[in-house]
């Protein structure tokens, strides 16, 4: 059984760590291309629904947010590798960059949803 305000709460609040992200990311000397930008925004709106839909109990909300975090920031992390090397960030510090962010918005996105905004987690509890 999911709880539907949890799925909603944490799906929108990873969009908005996603533009929060793209801000972060877009306020160097280039611009970023359209495609990365859309696959950071994407990337942390699947960490919202991820954790909105997660029904792995992990003892307590911060390590399940992350878990979550670092997870679903891999991918983003080892796109990051490709990255070309500017005097800003070099490929290697950009992955550990994404890495450190991904679990910051798990973290932010569990702390809201679930404290804050109270929709815990669903646990169906099957009679033995």
Avoid: D
Wanted: with cysteine; aromatic share 8%.
């Amino acid at each position: 059984m999911l709880n539907s305000k949890r799925v909603i709460a944490a799906t929108l609040l990873g969009f908005i760590c996603g533009f929060i992200c793209y801000g972060l990311a877009s306020s160097g000397p280039q611009s970023l291309p359209t495609a990365v930008a859309i696959q950071m925004i994407l990337s942390r709106a699947l960490l919202g629904f991820a954790i909105g839909i997660s029904i792995f109990k992990m003892g307590h909300w911060t390590i399940h947010g992350v878990v979550m975090g670092l997870i679903f920031s891999l991918p983003l992390a080892v796109g990051g590798l490709m990255a070309p090397v500017n005097a800003e960030f070099s490929p290697s510090s950009m992955f550990i960059a994404t890495l450190v962010m991904g679990i910051i918005y798990g973290l932010l996105i569990e702390f809201v949803t679930t404290v804050l905004l109270k929709a815990k987690m669903l646990v169906q509890v099957k009679a033995g």
